[in-house]
């Protein structure tokens, strides 16, 4: 029914009769018929545009779409301004490939060109690629980076993300190292656990910061204790955060990496999202994935091409350090835009107002008994403890899913929330209010 | 032209969010950064303009013949798009309960019921972010399988030389190490070579098939029967499958596990560079490892999965990516995308035929849905290299082929028109190539400052590689 063929039947036939074939099948002679499928695909048939829209929609429809969201863990609401959409929506952003020949690929090549100017900014970093895939895999490739053959180790803070502590576990469990988790200690990294762990075996300490917990970290600390054993210090950000507490470049991290959704990316059931990863000049050479550089061409003019080409798979092989190819190019885009668009105002204003409205509810929350777990400080996200039990907590975040609210994500006996800028003085209030009826018994 | 840093005006800025309406809150001084980063100010029709001055500067589908080699460059419907912008796909959290998300799952399950039939398997995942992401999960797959049985000493796999770079690399990221065999003189698989290679070490063989240079592997079920009885399995990198795809399925030529580009040959756009969709399908013993969470039948996420290999990303995949995939096989069908494989290969077929007279071609007889050009004689004795050719088509408006791949042939252009194009399109721009050909050959001068017409000409990339400039460090 639907398809996107321009040619019609009696072209077909011109084109079969002009390389000798009388029939479609044909084309096939040297796919053996014991093989092929003798039978229709068991897919249903082809659908008219008009037909799609409506089966597509009413799929959309049985999702529920929250008014106000308090939960973040890894994805996380924010303001996307409307430039944001209009430029990444541009057919030729959207349906160009990876930009191998410059010549025809200014555009591309200039905007991840700027990326990556903006990601060195953010992350007080020197050179950034052109990104990968997520937070997770940024956070997985970084650990690979910094592998030797002295160094196979690599520490990881319980602390971090769970998803992205599994995703690390896989790719080094793939490549035959080791993982071992610093453990936490009040919902921060333990630090001295960190320096007993750490040795001259260890490759690289992984911290993200803020943490899983919204605890933001020791980072400068962990970073000493990391590089005086001579591993190397991989820190995961929140780009938000980013705008207000000490970057990675002045923590001495030797790799920067994050998951760049925050900035311009909906959040769209989990991705896709955008990883970004920044590191020291000394590492730049192991940096994975597409590298954009300034050059000049035949007549002197600034040109931008791909460019540190002989890490990659496609010239090394074997010999290359990954085996990332695509990247998340206009996922990048999006967060060029939405650094430009924003400015470095908007940006620490996102930062001042995700922080401002989390630090209110949790004021909100403690006086109505639902007191924060940990003590240390914390930027748009936190852990409070129910004054009650686990079936409990999920009968109130139901209660504020029948609200309209999409609460906290219910975790160990407590609840970790997170407010952005999008949330109103308004909304928190009548979350307090809710919480405090559910628990006088008022509402169910 | 001005970088977005050159043209940022101190002081400028766009109004965005409205004033906090609580009281700001305080850190600790010394957790916070020295100053603010330093970005660039802009009003919006600045932005405006910018994005759209570097729109002018690049080159989509949308724009004219792509026909980028092992790549697939079809059309991308713009229905696609429409879908995956609707605020009930956009606007849901990964981990909202699943009882608020059913419509996504049921996306995920419908997608993989869909492409599990395409490809003969039992079972998918869709985290895989890209192509060379769905290798790394294949491959950890087949290194599961052979650990869980406690057989440790399956170390290597097996890649032809004609296969993609990824492959190759994906193996090392796994821990194995690589033999690489030489294709026969017809560009397949030699199975004489591949018997030698295998024995009680092998894990495994990545293969693509039709290749890359758009050839049919026809021994595949001998192939697949070498590597099984070492007690080896299969990979399909499903980069090429558009050819095939309704025709012949990787599960019934004996593949194990597969990875398919849905950014490939399920027409979602690939957006400069991404995001795409490395989907993996596999058959059911190797079920268990797949990542975690799964998507059950019933529509819900099993994280209940003792021997999978973990995760290789956050949540479940590039979920937009997928729906503009299923939104894709919804609108061509059972029949349609059968059809779409044929006519990608009677295109590959008809815009060979018409260039075969004046370029040299590898392939003998029919090719796939991609055929492959050497320049090697051209480069040797008249000084016009496939680099010529491909800078000189982009004057003429065209992207250029795929070139200098596959490594096995002297100044390769790998060419894949791909079904979307017409008989006219086909017909225009085999003129246009035939024409560069013969203006190349007649005057290699004419072709060595190739493109005139494009922003910048032949950038230094020795330079740039040598002397990396990687961000923009004057002062704004």
Not at chain 1, 219 to 228: D, G, L
Not at chain 1, 372 to 384: D, I
Not at chain 2, 277 to 286: D, E, R, T
Request: aromatic fraction near 6%.
């Amino acid at each position: 029914m639907g398809n996107y063929l321009p040619s019609t039947k009696a072209q077909q036939q011109e084109m079969l009769e002009a390389i000798g074939l009388s029939s479609l099948d044909g084309l096939y002679a040297d796919i053996p018929q014991s093989i092929r499928l003798s039978r229709p695909l068991n897919i249903p048939g082809g659908k008219a545009e008009l037909e799609v829209l409506r089966t597509m929609k009413s799929l959309a429809n049985k999702n529920k779409t929250f008014g106000t969201i308090f939960r973040g863990a890894g994805a996380y609401r924010h303001y996307i301004p409307s430039i944001v959409k209009s430029v990444v929506s541009k057919e030729v952003f959207v349906t160009a490939y990876t930009p191998y020949q410059a010549e025809i690929s200014q555009g591309l090549l200039q905007s991840i060109f700027e990326y990556q100017t903006m990601v060195c900014e953010l992350t007080g970093m020197d050179v950034s690629n052109a990104s990968v895939y997520d937070g997770a895999t940024a956070a997985a490739e970084a650990v690979s980076m910094c592998r030797s053959n002295k160094r196979k180790k690599a520490l990881v803070s319980a602390t971090a993300h769970p998803d992205v502590i599994e995703t690390i576990k896989a790719y080094c469990w793939a490549a035959g190292t080791d993982v071992e988790l610093i453990p936490e200690l009040g919902g921060a990294t333990d630090l001295s656990a960190l320096e007993a762990l750490v040795d001259e075996s260890v490759s690289c300490v992984y911290l993200q910061q803020p943490n899983y917990f919204g605890v933001i970290e020791g980072a400068e600390n962990a970073s000493k204790i990391a590089h005086e054993k001579g591993a190397k210090f991989i820190m995961g950000i929140n780009p938000i955060a980013a705008a207000i507490l000490k970057t990675p470049g002045e923590c001495n991290a030797d790799i920067a990496v994050g998951e760049g959704q925050p900035l311009g990316l909906p959040l769209s059931f989990g991705g896709p999202y955008l990883g970004f990863m920044a590191s020291t000049n000394e590492l730049m050479r192991k940096l994975p994935g597409r590298i954009v550089g300034e050059a000049k061409d035949r007549n002197g003019r600034r040109a931008f091409v791909l460019t540190l080409q002989a890490r990659e798979q496609h010239i090394r092989r074997e010999k290359a350090g990954s085996n990332v190819c695509s990247n998340q190019a206009l996922c990048a885009m999006a967060a060029s835009v939405y650094m430009s668009a924003m400015g470095p105002s908007g940006l620490c204003g996102a930062a001042g107002q995700s922080m401002a409205k989390a630090h209110y509810l949790a004021g909100g929350l403690e006086k109505i008994g639902h007191k924060r777990k940990h003590s240390g400080e914390f930027f748009h996200e936190f852990v409070t403890v129910a004054p009650y039990g686990e079936e409990k907590i999920s009968q109130m975040l139901q209660m504020l899913e029948a609200n309209g609210i999409l609460g906290g994500l219910q975790l160990n006996g407590g609840v970790l929330w997170c407010c952005t800028e999008i949330n109103t003085k308004e909304e928190m209030d009548f979350l307090v209010s809710l919480i405090k009826q559910f628990d006088e018994g008022g509402v169910a | 032209m001005k970088l977005l840093f050159e043209k940022s005006i101190s002081g400028r800025c766009a109004s965005i969010l409205p004033k906090c309406d609580v009281p700001m809150a305080a850190i600790d001084s010394s957790l916070k950064r020295g100053s603010a980063p330093h970005l660039p100010e802009l009003s919006e029709i600045d932005l405006s303009r910018h994005y759209s001055e570097l729109e002018r500067r690049a080159f989509g589908v949308n724009n004219g013949f792509y026909p980028l080699g092992s790549c697939t460059m079809k059309y991308n419907p713009r229905i696609n798009e429409e879908i995956a912008s609707l605020p009930g796909f956009t606007d849901i959290h990964p981990l909202q309960p699943e009882s608020t998300a059913k419509g996504c799952l049921e996306v995920l399950a419908l997608a993989e019921r869909y492409l599990c039939e395409i490809t003969g398997m039992d079972a998918m995942t869709f985290q895989p972010a890209a192509g060379a992401h769905g290798e790394l999960a294949g491959v950890m797959l087949i290194k599961k399988y052979h650990e869980a049985r406690g057989d440790y000493k399956r170390c290597k796999i097996i890649v032809p030389d004609s296969a993609h770079g990824t492959n190759p690399a994906t193996a090392v990221m796994c821990g194995m190490s690589v033999i690489n065999i030489s294709s026969g003189p017809d560009g397949r698989v030699d199975l004489e070579k591949l018997r030698s290679a295998v024995g009680g070490d092998t894990a495994g063989l990545m293969l693509t098939n039709p290749n890359t240079l758009g050839i049919f592997e026809k021994d595949i079920l001998e192939i697949t029967k070498i590597v099984h009885e070492s007690g080896g399995l299969v990979y399909y990198d499903g980069a090429n499958l558009n050819a095939v795809m309704g025709v012949v399925r990787p599960g019934d030529m004996g593949f194990d596990c597969v990875h398919l580009n849905l950014h490939k040959t399920f027409a979602t756009p690939h957006g400069g560079g991404g995001p795409g969709s490395g989907a993996v399908a596999c058959k059911s013993f190797l079920e268990p490892y797949l990542p975690s969470p799964i998507v059950s039948k019933g529509g819900k996420l099993n994280y209940s999965r003792p021997e999978t290999i973990g995760k290789v990303k956050m949540f479940y995949g590039n979920f937009l990516v997928i729906l503009k995939a299923l939104t894709y096989i919804m609108s061509l069908g059972s029949e349609g995308v059968v059809e779409s494989a044929k006519l990608a290969v009677l295109n590959a077929n008809y815009f060979m035929s018409r260039l075969s007279g004046a370029y040299s071609i590898i392939n003998k007889g029919l090719c796939m849905h991609e055929f492959v050009i050497t320049m090697g004689k051209e480069a040797k004795e008249s000084h016009v290299s496939a680099l010529d050719i491909a800078k000189a088509l982009i004057d003429k408006g065209s992207h250029p082929p795929t070139i200098y791949f596959p490594l096995i042939v002297a100044e390769a252009m790998m060419v894949e028109p791909t079904e979307t194009e017409s008989k006219e399109a086909l017909d225009q721009a085999s003129d246009m190539y035939i024409d560069v050909y013969k203006s190349a050959m007649s005057n290699p001068e004419s072709v060595h400052n190739a493109p005139a017409l494009a922003p910048v000409c032949r950038p230094d990339e020795v330079g740039a590689a040598r002397s990396p400039i990687l961000k923009y460090t004057g002062k704004w």
